[in-house]
């Protein structure tokens, strides 16, 4: 991550504070859309390929990294083929059926709220997220709390691999780690990622961290930074309201 | 600077690491805390920094306590022993201006200070290298700097030598002497606390063993023995072999 968000690149440059505006109001809207109305969220494929292209942000490693989640996430909607067979389509032999259509409208959105979140991690240090986070009036707790987090989930997954190795070393030709040392391997890992928890935590107070990320302050906002936010928003609304507009549009036509 | 009045401290588990200290470090002075493993330095470091509760500590005539932390913890620069735990900014220059960025200074004014304390050490080339792909050595010498950085009026350094080449640990040591702050090293490496420190703490099971003349102190075989150490390398044999 540290690798992505050290590119030089017109989105990395943008303030922490737009992006971070823009991509929530990104997942607001892609989640607001209907659960039929594939055809205006596919449009909302835009702004993440917008956001790969001028990032310099390879596509493949987002879906690398969010290999264990993304099955997850798509896994959400499977049944619905089952409770839902309104047909929506019919295509030859083939009957879409609403349930077919929303399922892969939840998995969509599924993964445009992760790949938002993905390119917003991506480019913007986790630091001055914490700032702008802070700006816009988050409790400091809060916002704290979110980037112990992050730092945490590294240090555990960096124990894990150490754990692992020395596990390994110790046990050649064994596949994995036995089921008969979880308990202790995991009550381990735990011990000790709160004891690297904890000494970071220490380290960061000692060096005068109060919870207010003043050493993330970046730049003031310039031009460009409130113009990002609102031509990607304004995009936005025109996907997601125009399918409504044209459904009243009809309705009203109809009904003359 | 730093006073001890009767210290003692125990972890919940019962049996006191500190029992009973009582010394007091002068400004200026360049102190090496010795002792075995487990005698109790990284504590006794800790405690003063009011990492852990403890009572009868002054580093200034302010008591440890929570009200003065944070004029506490700028007054003492603190280099963990291990320097995993002390970095967590994503770079090491980033991890150097931390500090000096908390405590006031502006972006330009921390870059500045970070590339001399860079130059300082050696390490300019590790700027923009990510913390988590360093050596152990290279990370010991970013973690130094981050604390240099902030310009501490004394350093407590727990095992600063302990993961450097030969190289490395001259320029520490180079660097220490050079440096006219006060000083608190734990180690067991006692040539470096020869080369470094002009008077010696020996601790063993919490308590205060002997404290006087570095020399005296590690020149004499007898306590050294009795204390789980040993007379210096340089002592052992003649003449010391150096070449950086
Ligand atoms: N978090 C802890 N909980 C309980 N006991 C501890 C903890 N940390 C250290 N100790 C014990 O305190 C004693 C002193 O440890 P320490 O100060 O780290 O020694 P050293 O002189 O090697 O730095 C050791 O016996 C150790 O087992
Ligand atoms: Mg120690």
Redesign the interface.
């Known amino acids: 991550m ?2 992505l ?2 590119i030089d690149s017109p989105v990395h440059r943008l303030h922490p504070l737009s992006k971070l505006v823009t991509t929530t109001i990104y997942i607001m809207v892609v989640v607001s859309f209907h659960k039929y109305d594939l055809s205006g969220l596919a449009a909302m494929i835009l702004h993440p390929a917008v956001l790969f292209a001028l990032g310099s942000i390879p596509p493949g490693i987002c879906f690398y990294r969010m290999r264990y989640v993304m099955p997850l996430v798509c896994a959400v909607g499977l049944l619905n083929p089952f409770f839902d067979r309104t047909p929506m389509l019919v295509l030859g032999p083939l009957t879409l059926t609403g349930g077919i259509i929303s399922m892969v409208t939840l998995m969509l959105k599924g993964i445009l709220c992760l790949t938002a979140s993905f390119l917003l991690a991506a480019t913007t ?1 986790v ?1 001055s997220l914490c700032y702008a986070l802070l700006q816009i009036h988050m409790p400091r707790m809060i916002v704290t709390l979110f980037l112990l987090t992050f ?1 945490y989930v590294f240090v555990m997954l ?1 124990e894990a691999a150490v754990m692992t190795e020395a596990y390994q070393l110790r046990a050649p030709g064994q596949k994995g780690i036995h089921y008969t040392a979880w308990g202790s391997f995991l009550g381990q890992l735990l011990l000790r990622s709160m004891d ?1 928890a904890g ?2 935590y ?9 919870g207010s990320f ?2 993330a302050s970046g730049k003031k906002p310039g031009i460009r930074d409130i113009l990002f936010p609102v031509l990607m928003i304004t995009m936005f609304l025109v996907f997601r309201f125009n399918r409504v507009a044209d459904l009243l549009g009809a309705l009203v036509l109809r009904g003359v | 600077m730093i006073r001890l009045e009767h210290v003692s401290f125990e972890y919940e588990s019962g049996c006191p690491v500190l029992d009973d200290l009582s010394f007091e470090i002068q400004e200026g002075e360049a102190v090496g805390l010795v002792g075995a493993n487990g005698a109790g330095k990284s504590t006794l470091l800790r405690a003063m920094l009011g990492l852990l509760p403890c009572a009868g500590i002054t580093v200034d005539d302010l008591p440890v306590v929570r009200e003065n932390l944070s004029r506490i913890r700028k007054k003492l620069g603190y280099v963990l022993q291990n320097s995993d735990n002390q970095m967590f900014m994503p770079t090491v220059f980033e991890d150097i201006i931390f500090g000096p960025v908390n405590y006031g200074l502006s972006r330009q004014e921390a870059a500045q200070k970070a590339g001399e304390v860079m130059e300082q050490l050696g390490i300019q080339h590790l700027k923009d290298r990510y913390n988590h792909k360093i050596s152990g050595g290279e990370k010991r010498m970013a973690a130094i700097g981050a604390v240099l950085s902030m310009d501490p009026e004394a350093l407590l350094l727990d095992e600063p030598c302990s993961a450097l080449d030969p190289c490395n640990r001259r320029r520490v040591i180079d660097l220490l002497n050079s440096l006219p702050v006060t000083k608190l090293v734990a180690s067991h490496d006692l040539d470096m606390i020869l080369d470094t420190c002009s008077r010696v703490i020996l601790l063993s099971e919490g308590k205060v063993k002997a404290d006087g003349p570095a020399y005296e102190i590690l020149g004499s075989r007898k306590l050294m023995e009795d204390n789980h150490l040993e007379l210096p390398l340089g002592w052992q044999s003649r003449g010391r072999t150096g070449n950086c």
């Open positions: 540290d690798d968000t050290a240090p630091d730092r960096e690297r000494e970071l220490e380290s960061m107070l000692l060096r005068g961290f109060d003043r050493y």
